[in-house]
C-alpha cells in the first residue's frame, strides 16, 4: 500500500471511527471548555496537530534509537512525558523570542500540549507498533478529531438551552448525556476499539 494513504487512512480512522476525543474520552474536557469559546479553534487545532505531531515523532525517534527497550509502561508513559515537555520548552521559547507571543497565547499553548490526547498519541502509535507515517496520522487524525468534537458539541450549546429540557439537566449535564450519546454513535461505527 502507498506509504501516503496509509497515513490517510490512520488519520481518517482516527478522526471519525475511532474518534480520539469522542469515544476514548482523551480530550474531553478541553473540549468542551473551547467549545464555549470558538473564535480560536483553528490556533487550537494547529497547535495540538504540532504537539500530538513532534511528540509522536520524537517518541518513535526514541523508540527506534532503543531508549524505551525492556521497560514498564509507566516508565515509558514516563519518558514521552518528559518529550512531549522538552518540546513544549522549545516551542515556548520559540514563542515569546520570535513570535512575541502574549500572556493569554501562552496560556492557551500550555492547555494544547498538557492535555490527555496530546498524551495519548505516543502510546497508541507505540502499541499499534505504526510507522513514522502512520504516527503522523494519528496526529493529524487526532488534531481532526479535536475539531469535529468542538463543532459538534459548539453546536448542540444552544440548543441544549431549550425550555423543552427539565431544568435540573440544563447546561452541563445535557452536554455530558449529548457527549456520551456522540460517543456511543461514533463507537457503533468502529464495532472495536482499535487503540485500547
Given at each position: ?28 474536557s ?52 518528559v518529550?512531549l515537555?522538552v ?39 507505540f ?39 427539565p ?30
Amino acid at each position: 500500500m502507498n506509504p501516503f494513504v496509509s497515513m490517510l487512512i490512520t488519520a481518517l480512522y482516527a478522526m471519525l471511527v475511532q474518534n480520539l476525543v469522542l469515544s476514548s474520552a482523551y480530550g474531553v474536557s478541553e473540549t468542551v471548555r473551547i467549545a464555549r469559546t470558538p473564535k480560536h479553534i483553528l490556533m487550537y487545532a494547529v497547535s495540538v496537530l504540532f504537539y500530538c505531531f513532534s511528540t509522536s515523532l520524537a517518541c518513535i525517534a526514541a523508540d527506534k534509537a532503543g531508549l524505551t527497550e525492556n521497560i514498564s509502561t509507566p516508565v515509558h508513559v514516563a519518558i514521552y512525558t518528559v518529550i512531549l515537555c522538552v518540546i513544549y520548552l522549545f516551542s515556548c521559547v520559540f514563542c515569546i523570542l520570535v513570535l512575541k507571543a502574549d500572556k493569554k497565547f501562552m496560556n492557551s499553548l500550555g492547555i494544547c500540549a498538557f492535555n490527555s490526547l496530546v498524551l495519548c498519541v505516543p502510546i497508541i502509535n507505540f502499541k499499534a507498533n505504526h510507522t513514522i507515517l502512520e504516527a503522523a496520522g494519528t496526529a493529524v487524525g487526532a488534531a481532526g478529531a479535536f475539531v469535529l468534537s468542538v463543532v459538534l458539541i459548539n453546536g448542540a450549546m444552544r440548543f441544549l438551552q431549550s425550555r423543552d429540557i427539565p431544568e435540573v439537566f440544563k447546561g452541563t449535564p445535557a452536554l455530558f448525556i449529548y457527549v456520551s450519546l456522540l460517543s456511543l454513535t461514533l463507537s457503533c461505527l468502529s464495532g472495536e476499539a482499535l487503540f485500547i
